[in-house]
Nanobody, 118 residues
Framework: QVQLVESGGGLVQAGGSLRLDCAAS????????MGWFRQAPEKERELVAA????????YYTDSVKGRFTISRDNAKNTVHLQMNSLKPEDTADYYC???????????WGQGTQVTVSS
């Protein structure tokens, strides 16, 4: 089992910044990909950004490219999402995701709310 604890959400004005953090604990002794998903009201959950174990592959959804940066610290089993130039359309619940490399087993955090006011 893997437990994920997120922090860093909140309320910010458009153009502002927030940083989301996620700490993994439990069975983290294998390589794994981590990512951030988000879900806005009445919308499907979407992948925002993901980063592989060695940071060799990094993915961003088009709407956040150039504004968000994902990073990880394998020694601390953490992943971070730096969100700059936030827009009202970034408002959503953000979820940390953990998936073992080459596998399908995945774990989710409890979610943290991000609200961007116009």
């Amino acid at each position: 089992q893997v437990q994920l604890v997120e922090s860093g959400g909140g309320l910010v004005q458009a153009g502002g910044s927030l940083r989301l953090d996620c700490a993994a604990s439990g069975r983290t002794n294998s390589t794994y990909t981590m990512g951030w998903f988000r879900q806005a009201p009445e919308k499907e959950r979407e992948l925002v950004a993901a980063i592989t174990w060695n940071s060799g592959v990094i993915y961003y959804t088009d709407s956040v490219k150039g504004r968000f940066t994902i990073s990880r610290d394998n020694a601390k089993n953490t992943v971070h999402l730096q969100m700059n130039s936030l827009k009202p359309e970034d408002t959503a619940d953000y979820y940390c995701n953990f998936r073992y490399s080459g596998g399908s087993t995945t774990y989710w955090g409890q979610g943290t709310q991000v609200t961007v006011s116009s």
